[in-house]
T-cell receptor, first 113, second 118 residues
Framework: TQLLEQSPQFLSIQEGENLTVYCNSS?????LQWYRQEPGEGPVLLVT?????EVKKLKRLTFQFGDARKDSSLHITAAQPGDTGLYLC?????????????FGTGTQLKVEL | GAGVSQSPRYKVTKRGQDVALRCDPI?????LYWYRQALGQGPEFLTY????????KSGLPNDRFSAERPEGSISTLTIQRTEQRDSAMYRC????????????????FGPGTRLTVL
């Protein structure tokens, strides 16, 4: 069973600060996704990374896929209260294909004024 | 364009009762997934369908849990003889599987059904 470990588990910061969330596994993935989940809602896809070493930017969010495709990071610049939520990485099976996703353990982010 | 809908949003039941949770995916979406999510954690896979065919049910905890999608659209997750440990948020998601299917289709999640077993 593939496991996706996220760190930190909880993060509380002030508006304007920068932060990085990590997603690590011992498995190699064909792709990896990042989702954000707001209170009372379901997860919403932010980005999919596919190529080892790939970097994608979404406004103040920068996503990177590790060279070996075993890990990923999410960096947020100048965090805002609207960034508050549960951040989840997710990946399809390392082998066998299919659309079943394994989600990471989650990082709960709170950005305060 | 309506998103994924689930009903009921909240369900309180007594231990030993059966419950049926409904998911209505986005129109035209081929794949439908069921997850269970604990507070503050990532969703845990239960089962998924392509059209009406159940492709993988490896995540169902035991034989009290079953799911169906008889016409390839609406799906029902049924839990028989509920136990307190079944209390959780149950989420449904759907994705469009294009003919040249890729391994990273976006899944669209519903609002979930909060199940409480007393």
């Amino acid at each position: 069973t593939q496991l996706l470990e996220q760190s930190p588990q909880f993060l509380s910061i002030q508006e304007g600060e920068n932060l990085t969330v990590y997603c690590n596994s011992s498995s190699v993935f064909s792709s990896l996704q990042w989702y954000r989940q707001e209170p009372g809602e379901g997860p919403v896809l932010l980005v999919t990374v596919v190529t080892g070493g790939e970097v994608k930017k979404l406004k103040r969010l920068t996503f990177q896929f590790g060279d070996a495709r075993k890990d990923s990071s999410l960096h947020i610049t100048a965090a805002q209260p609207g960034d508050t939520g549960l951040y989840l990485c997710a990946a399809p099976p390392a082998t066998g294909g299919g659309n079943k996703l394994t989600f990471g353990t989650g990082t709960q982010l709170k950005v305060e004024l | 364009g309506a998103g994924v809908s689930q009903s009921p949003r909240y369900k309180v039941t007594k231990r030993g009762q059966d419950v049926a949770l409904r998911c209505d995916p986005i129109s035209g979406h081929v794949s439908l997934y069921w997850y269970r999510q604990a507070l503050g954690q990532g969703p845990e896979f239960l089962t998924y369908f392509n059209y009406e065919a159940q492709q993988d049910k490896s995540g169902l905890p035991n034989d009290r849990f079953s799911a169906e999608r008889p016409e390839g659209s609406i799906s029902t997750l049924t839990i028989q003889r509920t136990e307190q440990r079944d209390s959780a948020m149950y989420r449904c998601a759907s994705s469009f599987l294009p003919p040249a299917s890729s391994s990273y289709n976006e899944q669209f999640f519903g609002p979930g059904t909060r199940l409480t077993v007393l």
